[in-house]
């Protein structure tokens, strides 16, 4: 934004190269790199009309056939003007079939325009050689930005009209259109559909592989004994719930372990991701995956230390908690210190391999870890509403400091604080990984290569 509109009222122009989500409901351009062209390069810059040598951008368009990476034009209208002049028409009707025909690779062009103020909106070239609206250009950053082709046209229904008080309206059509992944069906899963639900969310992909036992019951809503008895998967409780609410959220169940392919390509079509587990290896998967495809991350953390030995054993001495927004590009669950890359080998190897994993923790070589953690559903609860409510605030922006300020947020129940931490650095495991989308083997992880019944 700041290279589009540097401040004397003329056009300018980037390129964006991208990477994809190639899914089976939608197709995702996830920009990997930014070419602003240098303003002295251009031939012409007016408030109207920006031109420059086409053979400036040869060797993008070399990389992009190379490694099959779409190719977007994105200029600015510093007047304001908020469709594609008839100047843009005439422009991409030459660039577009042009980048087709050099990048040779059977994937899809486009050209945006942003406004002042950071608003886009674009289309792509089809086959035929027409132009078709972008549906939606999304933004992870500190706040959460989904611009709509169509944006107003969504029905909204009454159960959504408090919502609409509290957050206008405009938050509540783009609530009505989001895909929210919820990744674990338990602890804090489980309050997390259920908020997004009754927020009038327009799809939720709910994701575990677990099946219910005696002592899940106390913390997965709308659950019962019978589902207990007949071992019913946890994402089959939750969808059936949701979906007997009636409110028109399409549920996607994923009955599978986060670690199965199937699974990280359902996730990466989502808007929003919510990661509700505790384990490291899947925290760090689902940090990758937020990475790789550009997805805003928000990981749940909950904790309840206890005296384990001596005088007033039993006795809680802490009840805490942590939601870490991830935004794509900066830092990472890693860089924060909660866990190291040894650590996430360590899991990996406790999943795959628990003997060997057994042997290692007994030679010294890697650390234990604890088999379940106890779980409290009012706290569960509560660190949820906290995750829910940190969305909901760089959704709709309303808080008195910027979203910048609010990278971590841990809750003390102990003693009755909330702790907020700024973003800071940029993560020297995934940083360089944004946008880089489908590859493989996926996320670059061997392990989704080829997928091992255990």
């Known amino acids: 934004m700041s290279f589009l509109f540097p401040g004397d ?63 977007v034009k994105v200029h600015s209208h510093p007047t304001g003007y908020g469709a594609f002049s008839g100047i843009d028409d005439e422009g991409d009707a030459r660039l577009l079939p042009m980048i087709r025909g050099w990048v040779e690779a059977d994937v899809p062009h486009g050209s945006a325009v942003m406004l002042p103020y950071g608003q886009m909106f674009g289309r792509v070239l089809l086959g035929d050689g027409s132009f078709a609206p972008i549906d939606c250009i999304s933004v992870a950053g500190d706040d959460l930005h989904f611009w709509y082709a169509d944006m107003g046209s969504a029905t909204l229904p009454d159960f959504v ?32 559909v259920e908020q997004l639900l009754r927020l009038g969310a327009a799809e939720i992909i709910i994701v575990d592989d677990d099946h219910m036992e005696d002592r899940n019951i106390n913390r997965i809503l709308n ?86 030995d001596g005088f007033g054993r039993g006795r809680i001495r802490e009840v805490c908690g942590t939601v870490n927004y991830l935004r794509p590009g900066r830092s990472s669950l890693v860089s924060r210190g909660l866990f190291t890359m040894a650590d996430v080998a360590a899991a990996g190897l406790r999943r795959n391999d628990p003997s060997a994993h057994e042997r290692q923790v007994e030679d010294g070589y890697i650390r234990g870890v ?85």
Request: aromatic share 6%.
């Open 370 to 454: 604890a088999a379940h953690r106890p779980a409290v559903i009012s706290v569960n609860m509560f660190a949820s509403a906290l995750a829910v409510d940190e969305f909901l605030a760089r959704l709709h922006p309303f808080r008195e400091e910027p979203n910048s300020k609010y990278a971590s947020v841990t809750f003390s129940l102990a003693s009755m604080e909330l702790i907020c931490d700024p973003e800071e650095g940029i993560c020297n495991i995934l940083g360089g990984t944004v946008g880089i989308g489908d590859t493989t083997p996926l996320l670059g992880i061997m392990e989704l290569a080829e997928w091992r019944q255990s």
């Open 161 to 192: 009209a408090s919502h609409a008080q509290a957050f206008d309206v405009g938050t509540i059509q783009r609530l009505r259109r989001l895909s929210f992944a919820v990744v674990g069906a338990s602890g804090t899963g489980s309050p997390t």
């Open 223 to 308: 659950s019962t004994m019978r589902d207990v008895k007949d071992g019913r998967s946890k994402v089959e409780v939750l969808a059936d719930a949701a979906e007997r609410v009636g409110l028109g959220t399409r549920i996607i169940r994923v009955a599978k372990n986060l670690w199965h392919p199937d699974v990280v390509r359902e996730v990466a079509q989502c808007d929003v991701i919510f990661g509700c587990m505790d384990t490291i290896d899947g925290r760090y998967l689902l940090n990758a995956l937020a990475s790789y495809y550009t997805i805003p991350y928000f990981d749940i953390g909950v904790r309840l230390d206890a005296v384990r």
């Open 9 to 71: 009222g003329k056009e300018a122009v980037a390129i964006l190269l991208c990477g994809r989500r190639d899914g089976d409901r939608s197709h995702r351009l996830v920009v990997r790199e930014i070419h602003g062209i240098p303003y002295e390069d251009c031939s012409e810059r007016t408030p109207m009309r920006v031109t420059w040598p086409p053979d400036y951008i040869a060797p993008m368009l070399d990389r992009a056939g190379a490694e099959r990476l779409s190719v």
